[in-house]
């Protein structure tokens, strides 16, 4: 089934030359079904890059999928044109009053200031709260997952000491009959890309939380609420297969002694054109919580 987004979004066109299917919104007002309504608050700093990637995410379930795109009002980005912000993006004040099926709340290049400190913080937390009575199941990913258990449960987040954890890492399930995590390897493979994470023991102490994926390498991975209102993803499942190497040559050409992504580049050579080995998790891990979280769970009548 489509996905169902504006006509002008840049994410549109990228979409349909990979024969993704996307509606119209004249064409999906025609249907007779109801269109699962989900928010997005992007606080990624490439935005389209991440509409882009989320999207092609999305759109691997048949459901129809309608997107609202919110934005800070308490920071200005610097990296997305403001005509691409307004015409795509929302304010929370705009849909306060609104319910939504799901709710995707993505990672942020902040995760090593502290979260009072951060210029959005106290906007977060009145969406945090918002979300837990007009969302019937939210995604936070990656900064976004440690923000949201720490404001929700007062899990704090950890500097990882060996340095950044930067790569593809292998994880297992640790509950294989969750719905979540069905249909999933007993090994496989997701990008991280942070200098920060949670541990499992402040995880384990919380009794409405449940660790569902971890690695020896990248820890905790996946936890979920158990009403499965809340899913919280530390890594970067929707990332495309060249995202780690861009944000590595980034990096090195700013000067900074960056380490190699691991188990990225073939033969550890950033000459060479990396694979996307997670691509088959990350469909199932949101087309999972679409079906079983979100669309299972929500009213027809929000």
Sequence with gaps: MP??????????????????????????QAQDIRPLRLVI????????????????????????????????????????SSDHLGAHYTAFSEIRGKK???MIITGAPVELMPYEQVAYWEELCEILEWSK?????????????????YYHFGIPKHTLPGGKLFGVFPHSVSDPH??????FDDLFLAPHSRHTGVRAEDIEAVPELSVLSAGEQAGVYIVMSRDGRMVFVTGHSEYDAETLALEYRRDAEKGEAVALPVNYFPGNDPAKTPKKTWRSHAHLLYSNWLNYYVYQETPYEL
């Design 3 to 28: 996905i169902k987004i504006p006509d002008t979004l840049p994410a549109r066109s990228v979409l349909e030359r990979e024969n993704i299917f996307v509606m119209s919104s004249s064409l999906a």
């Design 41 to 80: 608050f992007n606080l990624m700093p490439t935005k389209a890059v991440t509409e882009t990637q989320l999207l092609r995410c999305l759109s691997n379930t048949p459901l129809q999928i309608e997107i609202e795109l919110l934005q800070t009002s308490t920071y200005t980005p610097k990296n997305t």
């Design 100 to 102: 939504y099926d799901g």
């Design 133 to 149: 009575t007009h969302v019937t199941s939210t995604f936070h990913i990656c900064w976004g997952a440690q923000a949201a258990l």
């Design 178 to 183: 969750c719905p979540l995590t069905r249909g």
